[in-house]
């Protein structure tokens, strides 16, 4: 068996506690750009169902939308929903390939998949920080940022999951902080704090947080504060139904590009020679 990427124990205990004074902003934002793809859809979705950590701020944006945990086993049921969002905490799960399947499956005849998530470079600089940090201080480093997808390797996922129409899009959301605590102070108030499995079990010196805040400083703006880029993916995709648009199969073109390129050019408009 592979080694468990989240402690979901520490996971939920940071959540709670981020729920006292939650700073949700990224997850709004996120939240946002999928209501902004479901109007351009133009369709009525009438069994939504939204995988959250967060429900309250769904509740209102989705109303009568299923609101699921997301737990390792989702509570969905199979062909049921015309619409199900996985709301910005796929990234924290071991099996993100098991959790689009099972929503997958939760779909009826072309119902629509849309996921949010954080990947590629997000936090990359303070990622890039801490470890060089820990190394000089402690002389080696430990898990403390969460390894990140790239969006091809995300969208691949889509297929293998057996949805049609896959499409996987990059968002970078630059945050601009006063410093390196309060960048940390986001996190923990987001929930989205060190949960890894194989993180540190002891305090960390202080000395590690000092120098990598004094890292992130040296790259500071002209006004003394730092960009943490975090980076939003976002995937879509349909339950296969007969009547989609189906791709053609390779080699059944009937034109070549070569030929198309060629008819394109000599329709195209020439210009005038100035008089």
Excluded at 4 to 25: I, S
Excluded at 71 to 100: C, N
């Amino acid at each position: 068996m592979s080694q468990a990427l989240t402690d979901r124990a520490a996971l939920a205990r940071q959540r709670a506690r981020a729920a006292r004074n939650p700073a949700l902003f990224l997850q709004e934002a996120a939240a946002d750009d999928v209501q902004e793809r479901l109007i351009e859809v133009n369709r009525a979705f009438t069994s939504p169902a939204v995988v959250t950590p967060w429900p309250d701020l769904w509740a209102a944006r989705l109303p009568g939308a299923k609101l699921i945990p997301d737990r390792e086993t989702l509570d969905l049921t199979e062909g049921s929903h015309d619409l199900v969002i996985h709301a910005l905490s796929l990234h924290w799960a071991d099996d993100p390939l098991g959790q689009i399947i099972q929503c997958a499956r939760a779909l009826k005849p072309d119902g629509l998949f849309i996921a949010t998530f954080f990947g590629g470079e997000t936090l990359a600089t303070l990622r890039a920080a801490l470890a060089e940090a820990e190394a000089a201080v402690t002389g080696g480093a430990s898990p403390r940022v969460l390894p990140m997808a790239e969006v091809r390797q995300a969208g691949a996922l889509l297929q293998r999951a057996g949805l049609a129409l896959p499409v996987a899009d990059l968002t970078p959301l630059p945050v601009s902080y006063p410093s390196a605590l309060a960048l940390m102070g986001d996190l923990r108030a987001m929930g989205e704090g060190n949960a890894l499995a194989q993180r540190l079990r002891r305090p960390t010196r202080r000395e590690v947080f000092a120098r990598a805040a004094a890292l992130l400083q040296a790259g500071a703006d002209d006004e003394g504060r730092i960009t943490a880029r975090f980076e939003l993916i976002t995937l879509t995709a349909w339950a296969p139904a007969p009547d989609q648009p189906q791709p053609l199969r390779p080699g059944s073109a009937t034109t070549r590009l070569e030929d198309a390129l060629r008819e394109a050019r000599n329709a195209a408009p020439k210009d005038r020679p100035d008089n």
